[in-house]
């Protein structure tokens, strides 16, 4: 135990045991130092091993720690071992360090619920879990931790219980999300019998040696293993839990729904890039997946009216932008993007959830307006997080980590022009939906009153969160200014070198264009929300960009889909078979029965003639045969 | 000895009970208490014991035995021996004893000695079924643990008690007469073949049966332990016992009858039928899956909560047959942890049924909600054992499951992938429980007290063991592994045993 | 004495008695006719009896209608005496209304 690796998850699991059994005995600022305490803790001792393991690491560029084997059977052996390298250092410090600023925020933020405890004690678990998976050096782990963030994330959006919308959005996260785990787990027995183990760095070693390349084998387990990065990460098909993901209190939808759960399927797919190299219909897959659900996510955002809606398409655009850069082969461009999208979804979302309490809990953008002046601190950070998410050139982080993706959507291995036209639509209309929710909420007259101004545990993870918006992008820039590369450095220690197809010296086009594309957006939202609001009135009055409308507004009428063809067979089945239909064949044998003893009972009636009858009858039946015989 | 001192305490406390519920109401209860707890303990030191020597070899190698002759004439003996696996029931059994007699601490009020007398003879029954080695032994005890039972559902039952109790008995009672007819076969032909009429477990098990006859005689030992399991066609008198049955009754069903139907296919139907039961492996597979997805469709439609939580159980019971029928070690241990977990999981499920019923005085689902509002402690219990019955990692039910599931993927691979799905389909059912009873708005005024510390005590003893066997089933899993280890043996033909890495290609 | 009646005839009145006296059971409603009926079916019995005796030449016949005699004697003494208490009884002698059976 000299390593303090442990703590890093241990910390957490204690805060969360301490809410959970002592939670109602402590006062509001001992569970506050409970809650946000672990969770900064925590965050100190990754800082500290981070800054160990990349000055003075160990040769492999990994931590590793058994703590003991949890089952071993037949062959069959998962130990509960943390392992700490690049790639899950970084999670793990996007985890901590934006969680400890999240849970500081909240602190504030839930300040007036009743179950401040409960809170935080979910809050704690969801830490934990999410750092299991991060840091768990086999998949049944990952799949402990995978699963413990599903419950967590399913726990807090039905944290208002009361409401029976919250609770159903809580089933319909965890249910969708499960689809995915159990496609998931199959792929883990799948690997299992093919590599005998679950242990990453052995599947790692062994893949290239196991596996031919485009062997049917090897397509079928990625695909399966991006089910459920998919499901967890709202992608296409099974996103359409993470807008009702909403209903949850806003840290929550920073926390788990922005920053660090729903990248969990970017991480499983980095994290088993060897796996998706050797399939290139898998590949293909995820590119696909990425770039439909960008596109899609961003014209529904478009056309959103609660801020938090506007801010869950996004997020599920911007990990399109993640899938997108994993299936092109762009692997350190997806991490990156994970990075500096956490910064800035996080503060959106924060930032967000400022401006709705302050408004007494209103979500729509149009009864905002005018907050520009009256919360100036929300305001800049809005900005800052804002202009990061639109990718504005040069001063976002944004820009680096975007432009990045949408230069090697065209140049990488995997890469193609189609993919990198959707990529640049989508920069496109994100920069659109963008401005026009930072007009709608900031600028333009007043419309509802303010109600109390957030203190200073809200406003300073707001401005920490703004400063990292701006700064995080730096530590990676371009071929053609700087060629700074310490991100990528750190990462190929784990994840390999992106392959180029073109040359390198036509980078600057393409960041010209993605430049234009965002000022363009920007213009476009500008145009139809801040000076020509009429015009959107004379669009809506058209009969088929209504209806394109409507139906971009239902999130491209996917719900309505599912309704059909899923919940409704299902519940219409479960429904008529309530009295299970296999009883009946029983209560059949019974009634059978019955029916015959009440034949039988109707000739014992009493009556002598009938008796008499009955012999006459059967000795004429009997002397009849014997004479024919 | 020490086998037979287990039934013995059992059956004594029993009768002693009956005899002191004449004078007060509230001492059979404490007899019952101290009978089981004593069990207990002595098993607990026996395993602290053996844990230490456990070794894996092919031989019959039993921990303990018991012989004495009963019936000589018809080569009948009254010998008890357990191995792992029959120690693990062993343990569960009383474990769950003492819950039930807890759980029955203020439930039961009337005629209290002839309730426990029936429950603790329950409990005898169960461990001399887990014990028995003579096949007509085990018969006598498979009959002991159900009359008991049929009083216990018959008369501290809810309002169509009667009914269920017949049922019960009927179902049981004429697969019991199969497996009867099927035991006296095999003891026929064992004693044309050599010339030794014997009933014993271990003598019989070499039997040479022709392949037509041994089908039909495992057929007769499958149906009563179908019956028991239950098996999806044989399912139905499950929900109407468990629904009617006071809460140690559901509880006892739930955690150990059940069992011993799971108990009986790896005891007898493996090991005295390996090569028939290779032949309906398929089928019976695919009878598993048909009960994993038709118990979860049925429990999610159910608005009578224990209704719900016996389909629950038929769904998790799917995940035993196919397990058993699996053949190979992974889905085997996946079997033991399954019975130990749903033991437990579905158990503690039962128990919060009935005190919810003691405070709001239901059983409908649409009558409640609300309730984490008022009874915080109760809710959060009830979270983590839907989340166990949804097989949540880090409980014990998902080792269970995922054993099982990665055992079959061997065997199977298109039945395994419709029995996963039972994982999405436990988690819709699952989540309307906790849905429809502790969220939302409430519902009924008034106050509900939260768990009194009794209550306390034994929903933590619950919550640890899941917890625990989730955490760290290794104790579990090393103490079943000979047993398991023999069963893999015995099915496997001499030519392809699988050594351990052998998965890999 | 050589009989001049053809065992035919005797047996088809015997058969023709028989008939009647099932009828006569069948058809009627109170008991004492119901109990004469009866009569006339063992009647009609002995008479085959005797009728297959004198045919054979053999004393069986009359042994059995001895016995026939003894028994319809019993039969109408244990009949009438418990006839009797119906009728004290239930004041009828109709069967339809004695019985108490559901069927």
Not at chain 1, 132 to 140: F, G, K, P, R, T
Not at chain 1, 391 to 406: E, N, T
Not at chain 1, 441 to 456: D, L, V
Not at chain 2, 196 to 212: H, M, N
Request: glycine share 8%; aromatic share 12%; proline share 3%.
């Amino acid at each position: 135990m000299d390593n303090p690796l442990w703590l890093i998850p241990a910390l957490p699991l204690a805060g969360f045991l301490i809410l959970a059994f002592g939670g109602s005995h402590l006062s509001k600022k001992m569970i506050a130092a409970a809650g946000a305490g672990s969770v900064c803790l925590s965050a100190l001792i990754t800082i500290m091993i981070g800054t160990k393991l990349l000055s003075a690491g160990p040769d492999g560029g990994t931590y590793s720690q058994t703590l003991w084997t949890w089952i071993d059977v037949a062959g069959f052996n998962a130990k509960i071992t943390l392992t700490l390298d690049a790639l899950s250092l970084v999670f793990v410090f996007v985890i901590t360090f934006i969680g400890a600023l999240i849970h500081i925020y909240s602190a504030g933020f839930m300040e007036g619920d009743k179950d401040y405890s409960r809170f935080f004690a979910c809050m704690n678990l969801f830490v934990f879990s999410m750092l299991v998976l991060v840091l768990a050096d086999n998949l049944l782990l990952m799949y402990l931790g995978w699963e413990g963030v599903g419950l967590c994330s399913y726990l807090l959006i039905g944290f208002w219980y009361e409401n029976p919308a919250n609770g159903y959005a809580a089933r319909k996260a965890f249910t969708i999300t499960r689809i995915g785990d159990t496609a998931m787990a199959i792929g883990l027995f799948m690997v299992f019998y093919q590599s005998g183990t679950l242990v990453v760095a052995d599947i790692t070693a062994k893949a290239p040696e196991l596996w031919q390349q485009n062997e049917t084998v090897v397509t079928v387990i990625a695909l399966l293993l991006l089910a459920g990065g998919v499901g967890k990460s709202a992608q296409l098909p099974l996103q359409t839990w993470l807008p009702d993901a909403m209903a949850g209190p806003s840290p929550v939808s920073a926390l788990i729904h922005a920053a660090t759960m729903v990248t969990a399927g970017v991480y499983l797919i980095a994290r088993m890039h060897v796996i998706f190299e050797l399939s290139v219909v898998a590949q293909s897959v995820v590119a696909i997946i990425g770039a439909a659900t960008l596109l899609i996510a961003g014209f529904t955002a478009l056309t959103q009216y609660d801020i938090k809606r506007v801010l869950a398409y996004s997020t599920m655009s911007q990990i399109g932008y993640m899938f997108l850069a994993l299936g092109v082969g762009a692997w350190t461009a997806a991490v990156f993007h994970f990075m500096v999208h956490a910064f800035f979804k996080a503060l959106l979302f924060l930032a967000a959830g400022a401006i709705i309490e302050s408004l007494h809990h209103e979500h729509n953008m149009f009864r905002m307006g005018g907050l520009k002046d009256k919360m100036p601190v929300v305001f800049w950070t809005f900005l800052i997080g804002a202009a990061s998410l639109a990718a504005v050139p040069l001063i976002s982080s944004g820009f680096y980590s975007k432009d990045q993706i949408l230069w090697y959507a065209w140049g990488a291995g995997g890469g193609s022009p189609l993919l990198w036209a959707v990529a640049l639509l989508g920069a496109l209309i994100t920069a659109a939906y963008t401005t026009r929710m930072m007009i709608l909420t900031f600028w333009g007259e007043s419309k509802t009153h303010i109600g109390h101004h957030p203190g200073k545990r809200m406003t300073i993870p707001l401005i920490v969160l703004a400063f990292f918006s701006l700064v995080a992008g730096f530590i990676e820039l371009p071929h053609n200014f700087g060629h700074f590369t310490l991100f990528s450095d750190l990462m190929h220690k784990v994840l390999p070198e992106t392959i180029l197809r073109t040359n390198v010296s036509s980078e600057w086009m393409f960041q010209l264009l993605a430049a234009l594309a965002t000022f363009g957006g920007i213009f476009l939202g500008y145009f139809y929300y801040g000076q020509q609001p009429q015009r959107i009135e004379n669009l809506r009055q058209n009969e088929m960009l209504a209806g394109l409308r409507r139906f971009w507004f239902s999130g491209w009428g996917f719900d309505q889909l599912y309704d059909v063809i899923l919940v409704k067979p299902f519940v219409f089945i479960t429904r008529i078979n309530k009295a299970d239909v296999v009883d009946k064949l029983y209560t059949g044998i019974v009634s059978v029965t019955h029916a015959l003893y009440r034949l039988l009972s109707r000739t014992q009636s009493g009556s002598l003639r009938w008796y008499i009858m009955g012999m006459v009858i059967g000795a004429i039946v009997i002397l009849g045969i014997q004479m024919m015989l | 000895m020490m086998l037979a001192l287990l039934i013995v305490i059992l059956m004594a406390g029993g009768l002693t009970a009956l005899l002191a519920g004449k004078w007060n109401k509230s001492f059979p209860r404490w007899i019952a208490l101290i009978s089981s707890t004593a069990g207990f303990l002595i098993l607990l030191l026996f395993w602290i014991d053996q844990h230490q020597v456990v070794q894996v070899s092919s031989d019959q190698n039993w921990l303990v035995q018991y012989q004495k002759d009963w019936i000589l004439s018809f080569g009948i003996t009254f010998h008890l021996a357990i191995d792992g696996l029959s120690l693990l029931l062993l343990v569960l059994t009383f474990f769950m004893g003492i819950l039930a007699v807890l759980c029955s601490w203020e439930e039961i009020r009337e005629r209290t000695g002839f309730y426990y007398f029936n429950l603790l003879w329950i409990l005898a029954g169960v461990a001399g079924v887990f014990m028995a080695m003579d096949l007509f032994l085990f018969y006598f005890f498979w009959e002991v643990m159900l009359i008991p039972m049929y009083f216990l559902i018959g008369i501290w039952g809810s309002e169509n008690r009667v009914y269920a109790a017949y049922k019960f008995f009927i179902f049981t009672q004429a697969s019991g007469l199969l497996m009867f007819l099927a035991i006296l076969g095999l003891y026929f032909i064992h004693g044309n073949n050599t010339g030794v009429y014997t009933f014993s477990y271990v003598e019989l098990t070499g039997t040479v049966i022709p392949s037509q006859v041994a089908i039909w005689l495992m057929m007769g030992f499958m149906v009563a332990f179908a019956v028991k399991l239950p098996v999806v066609p044989f399912h139905t008198w499950l929900p109407d016992a468990h629904g009617e049955a006071p809460t140690a009754g559901s509880l006892i069903l739930a955690g150990l009858l059940l069992k011993t139907g799971a108990y009986g296919m790896l005891r007898f139907v493996i090991p005295l039928f390996p090569e028939a039961a290779r032949q309906v492996a398929v089928p019976a597979m695919v009878l598993g899956v048909a009960g994993i997805v038709y118990g979860a469709l049925l429990a999610y439609s159910q608005t009578d909560l224990k209704r719900l939580v016996a389909f629950t159980s038929v769904s998790h019971m799917g995940f035993v047959l196919m397990g058993i029928f699996a053949f190979n070690e992974l889905a085997l241990q996946g079997v033991v942890m399954q019975i130990v977990t749903h033991a437990i999981s579905t158990g503690a499920l039962f128990i919060l049924a009935g005190m919810i019923k003691e405070r709001l005085h239901t059983r409908d689902m649409n009558l409640m909600g609300g309730l984490w509002t008022q009874m915080p402690r109760l809710g959060t219990i009830g979270m983590v054992f839907a989340m166990a019955s949804l097989g949540l990692p880090g409980l014990g039910s998902f080792i269970a499951e995922f054993l099982i599931l990665l055992g079959a993927f061997h065997a199977h691979f298109w039945i395994t992938v419709v029995a996963a799905s039972g994982l999405i389909f436990s988690a819709v059912y699952s989540l309307r429980i906790v849905q429809k009873i502790f969220l939302g708005p409430e519902k009924g005024a008034g106050h509900i007290p939260d768990f009194s510390r009794r209550e306390m005590v034994i929903m933590a003893a619950l919550t640890v063991s899941i917890v625990w066997l989730g955490l760290y089933p290794q104790p579990v899993i090393n103490t079943a592994k000979p047993a398991v280890v023999r069963l893999v043996q015995l099915l496997q033909p001499d030519s392809d045993i699988k050594s351990e890495q052998s998965y890999v290609r | 004495m050589k009989s001049s009646v053809s065992i035919e005839m005797v047996m088809l009145l015997a058969g023709l008695l028989f008939a009647l006296g099932i009828a006569g059971v069948i058809i009627r409603k109170n008991i004492i006719f119901m109990l004469l009926s009866v009569e006339i079916m063992l009647n009609a019995s002995g008479l085959a009896f005797i009728a297959a005796g004198s045919h054979w030449g053999q004393p069986d016949g009359q042994v059995m209608f001895i016995f026939i005699l003894a028994m319809a004697a019993a039969e109408v003494s244990i009949g009438l005496a418990l006839i009797l208490q119906i009728y004290h009884q239930h004041q009828s002698l109709d069967i339809d209304k004695l019985k108490e059976m559901n069927g």
